[in-house]
Every structure is written in C-alpha cells, then in structure tokens.
Nanobody, 124 residues
Framework: EVQLVESGGGLVQPGGSLRVSCAAS????????MAWVRQAPGKGPEWVSA????????AYADSVKGRFTISRDSAKNTVYLQMNSLKPEDTAVYYC?????????????????WGQGTQVTVSS
C-alpha cells in the first residue's frame, strides 16, 4: 500500500521558520520525483517545489523562491520542505506528492500519489 505521511505543520509567527516532512512507503521512493503542493482556504492547489529522483535538481514557485528549500533523504524515504521567512500568505494545507516523471512537472495532474496534508498557519 502506497503511503505518504506528512508531519511538522503548525502555527508560526510571520518571519519564523518551520520544516515539514513526508515519509513515503509502498513504492520505490528513489525512482520518483517528489513535490510539495499547497492549498489555501478558498483557493485551488498551488505547486510549491519539486526535487528529482536523484536529488540533484530542484525547482520552486516564484512565490517561495529564496525562502523555501526542498530536500530528500533516500535512506529514510523522506522528503522535507524547510520554510523560512514565513508570511501570512503561506498559510495553507501542505501536501506531499510523488510523480513517475523524470523531470520536474508543475501540473498537479502529473502526480500519482498524494499524502493527506499538514496544516501550516502563519499568524501573529
């Protein structure tokens, strides 16, 4: 059974930092592109960041570039999103997703597996 289990969400003040994690199981983690997608209340899903299967290439949405860092640990089958300089507009449910695509894709339709999400709230 494929599982993506996110953790690490919570409440943080503007300007603060948070790291969310996603533990993968049930598929060959090393063969998949991994990504983070977020959805704010009343809005559609927004692709945030992705890292290719080998971990050598990453990509970011303009809205988070320079503030967020994606990484993966193949020994732990886990992908991370380090979020710094958080803003209220970063408030959303953050979902982990996996894709068989070799190269980075930003369309949420290209992702095969999804986690249940973790809430990140940025507020004073």
């Amino acid at each position: 059974e494929v599982q993506l289990v996110e953790s690490g969400g919570g409440l943080v003040q503007p300007g603060g930092s948070l790291r969310v994690s996603c533990a993968a199981s049930g598929f060959t983690f090393g063969n998949y592109l991994m990504a983070w997608v977020r959805q704010a209340p009343g809005k559609g899903p927004e692709w945030v960041s992705a890292i290719i299967s080998g971990g050598g290439s990453t990509a970011y949405a303009d809205s988070v570039k320079g503030r967020f860092t994606i990484s993966r640990d193949s020994a732990k089958n886990t992908v991370y999103l380090q979020m710094n300089s958080l803003k209220p507009e970063d408030t959303a449910v953050y979902y982990c997703a996996a894709s068989r695509n070799i190269e980075v894709v930003t369309s949420t339709l290209k992702y095969d597996y999804w986690g249940q999400g973790t809430q990140v709230t940025v507020s004073s």
